[in-house]
């Protein structure tokens, strides 16, 4: 995944494909109906023009309601309920965007053993990461479009944090003349579950968690995988100084039909860019808790950021009892 520096500062892209923070994403396809559906109305219009067919507006009408109505009956109501409750409760805590591309690897490759997560207070009570093509990242899986999660601190139906897991949005920029419901299905392709605050979170069995959005696109995603590195985040925004920087990513997003947000890049100064992360071995990297919170004090997290074990030094390192992680090359990633 590289930011993009093509004409129009869309920010990242994913594949070649320039791509929006997702927030913002969502908030122009609230107001993208409209548009979509007068472009319907004249591709039917030079459809009919083309074939030689009736083009007065009572038969292009009746075409386009037809289409319309079988694309409307499309989606799930219970899924825009949920992606619009998570963005107003989002903007509610001033729509933090947290661009966490670069340090997200770093971020998977922790971990996290005997840490709950009660007295976690990541900025907000609801923050948005991005963190674009993961270490898991294949394009022959759909799961592999995730490049970013909703945080929400939530007391039902357990008291805990809700993640909620949001895609990519592939052809974006030609969003005007896709129809409505193709627009609607990339925004309800999304799954989520909820952390219980006093659950160890690498001891919890994420087979049994309640999975909410599209159970399809999460059976093909290791939730594990992607618990940890929410998780991770959450730790890492614990510190008693994390990493953060307001960014001049806002100028390279466009913003036009978007709520007022904060974006801010993480992680910029304190790790190392240079590592291939398409075939590596690392010692992975651990959390030391500071100070476990309670009593009104946030939990106060220490990182210590995995790092590269060259080929020569594993064996001694293993040796003496370490730990490492391989990363294998993975198809898909540039």
Known sequence: MNKSNGTGGKGYEIGGVPVWYHPLRYDVWVGLGGVQRNNLRERILAEQASAGADISDGAVESIYRKIEYADRRKGSERAR???HRIRRH???NDGIILDMEMI???LEATWADGILLKNVLPLRTAVY???GATLEYDQDNPAALIEGFYVNHTDSPVRGWLLTFVTNYPNWDEREHHMPGLSRANFERFFAFTIPEDADI?????KKLDIKGDKTLAKRASLWHLARLATNAMLYLSRSRPDIQGTMSAFRVETAGTKRTEIYECGCDEVDWNIDWSNTTLSPGRWIVEDEGGEGRPLVTRWIPPKVVRLENKAGY???GGKVLDFPVVR???
């Open 81 to 83: 309920f949920h992606m």
């Open 90 to 92: 989002h903007l509610d």
């Open 104 to 106: 997200g690897p770093h």
């Open 129 to 131: 990461c991005h963190v």
């Open 202 to 206: 690498a001891k919890l069995d994420y």
């Open 318 to 320: 293993l040796k003496e």
């Open 332 to 334: 898909g990633r540039g």
